[in-house]
């Protein structure tokens, strides 16, 4: 398990540590949590510290975000779609 943490903004109401979290909150989970609810739709990311927003990546095609990701040395192979792709890239910038 990763001890790397990411930053990330809730979406959609979620329960973390025992608390409820509304949308539009900040929280800082590990990056497989993070993952999780990336991929579930409940996050997004919250910042970038790599200067690539998620304007700039989420006008690539799928092919170009997995060669991003390939350059960058991200592991996108559990994603299934486009989105997927883009949420692990970021997920893995905010790093």
């Known amino acids: 398990m990763s001890n790397k943490q990411v930053s990330v903004r809730v979406t959609s109401a ?17 990056e497989a949590a993070a993952k999780s609810l990336l991929r579930r739709g409940k996050v997004e990311i919250a910042g970038d510290k790599a200067g690539k927003s998620a304007s700039d990546l989420s006008s690539k095609t799928r092919a170009e975000l997995e060669a991003f990701a390939d350059e960058k040395e991200i592991d996108v192979s559990e994603a299934k779609n486009k989105a997927d792709v883009l949420a692990l890239i970021e997920a893995a910038l905010e790093g």
Not at 14 to 30: N, Y
């Open 14 to 30: 979620i329960g973390v540590g025992g608390k409820i979290h509304k949308p539009g909150a900040v929280l800082r989970l590990d």
